[in-house]
């Protein structure tokens, strides 16, 4: 697997982040939210993520600006939780929640976290 995050895979279409918004479902792990939805597109991506820092949150731009950096950073590390256990094309919109910035390792291990709830959170979904 490549460890990569191309332009494929980044969320930017604003009607797929309108319904992500509207009609997708949530799931937290402090410092992180996930909204998901399953999602079909016209390429051949299995995911499209987004990340976003509110700031109401954190209020210096460059201080959202490197979180979301690190975000990505995580998401490219770790995206293979997601993607070896996915069936259906999916969006899904990553956000900071917490009012400070957190070292790359609580980040790491908070990503880890909202991957196995999603995980648990799927396989319910298929069940019922």
């Known amino acids: 697997m490549k460890y990569t995050l191309g332009k494929i895979e980044k969320l930017k279409s604003r009607t797929a982040i309108q319904d992500l918004f509207s009609e997708g479902k949530r799931i937290n792990a402090y410092p992180l939210q996930l909204i998901y939805l399953p999602y079909s597109f016209d390429d051949n991506a299995l995911i499209k993520a987004g990340f976003s ?76």
């Open 53 to 128: 820092v509110p700031k109401r949150n954190i209020k210096l731009a460059v201080h959202r600006n490197r979180i979301k950096r690190v975000l990505r950073e995580v998401y490219r590390l770790n995206k293979q939780l997601f993607i070896e256990n996915i069936k259906t094309p999916s969006v899904f919109m990553f956000i900071f929640m917490a009012k400070e910035e957190i070292n790359y390792e609580d980040l790491t291990l908070a990503f880890k976290t909202i991957s196995a709830k999603y995980l648990i959170k799927i396989k319910e979904d298929e069940q019922n």
